[in-house]
T-cell receptor, first 113, second 112 residues
Framework: DTAVSQTPKYLVTQMGNDKSIKCEQNLGHDTMYWYKQDSKKFLKIMFSYNNKELIINETVPNRFSPKSPDKAHLNLHINSLELGDSAVYFC????????????FGDGTRLSIL | SQELEQSPQSLIVQEGKNLTINCTSSKTLYGLYWYKQKYGEGLIFLMMLQKGGEEKSHEKITAKLDEKKQQSSLHITASQPSHAGIYLCGADGGGSQGNLIFGKGTKLSVKP
């Protein structure tokens, strides 16, 4: 069984559109994350939710809105997509606290035309 | 803010050779994680180090954290094509929020 699953795996869309990426974890973790990996493979935190509450919100345009309906799900909605949003978006989960390994999904490759 | 510097950026080795990847932090490390990423896949957790001088091994991969807790190394013995991928070190971002700060990765290619 997949521990952290993201859908879709690939997303190709035009500039200006709105899209969503879904993430689910079945590990019983209380914290979920969204990371962005740019074209140079640099991975950076975007958001973190603990028990459905936002705990980290890095400097991300407000076109990006995470939503956590329950602690096993963290979705990412992006409005008015721009060319610079093209990247791989990774979802991860862990137990909250230091020294808790994070488990990652396979990523969603977003390409903006 | 904390930064992680990985070296080398990329590495090509012949199958069977040993190799080492380094990760240096601008601040003291309170938790250091090594991940491996294959193209088209997510990050696979390899090992976590916490204590100065700590060393862990899994199959042919050994990771160490130096006594000062500012540098970690990942050593692969007798490399195989299956070891190819991007190796990323990550560190706790501080506080108890759990976010990780990552290095820029080391791309490893293993020639058969």
């Amino acid at each position: 069984d997949t521990a952290v699953s993201q859908t879709p795996k690939y997303l190709v869309t035009q500039m200006g559109n709105d899209k969503s990426i879904k993430c689910e974890q079945n590990l019983g973790h209380d914290t979920m994350y969204w990371y962005k990996q740019d074209s140079k493979k640099f991975l950076k935190i975007m958001f973190s939710y603990n028990n459905k509450e936002l705990i980290i919100n890095e400097t991300v345009p407000n076109r990006f809105s995470p939503k956590s309906p329950d602690k096993a799900h963290l979705n990412l909605h992006i409005n008015s997509l721009e060319l610079g949003d093209s990247a791989v978006y990774f979802c991860a989960s862990s137990q909250l606290g230091s020294n808790q390994p994070q488990h990652f999904g396979d990523g969603t490759r977003l390409s903006i035309l | 803010s904390q930064e992680l510097e990985q070296s080398p950026q990329s590495l090509i080795v012949q199958e069977g050779k040993n190799l080492t990847i380094n990760c240096t932090s601008s601040k003291t490390l309170y938790g250091l994680y090594w991940y491996k990423q294959k193209y088209g896949e997510g990050l696979i957790f390899l090992m976590m180090l916490q204590k100065g001088g700590e060393e862990k091994s899994h199959e042919k991969i050994t990771a160490k954290l130096d006594e000062k807790k500012q540098q970690s190394s990942l050593h692969i013995t007798a490399s195989q094509p299956s070891h190819a991928g991007i190796y990323l070190c990550g560190a706790d971002g501080g506080g108890s929020q759990g976010n990780l700060i990552f290095g820029k990765g080391t791309k490893l290619s293993v020639k058969p």
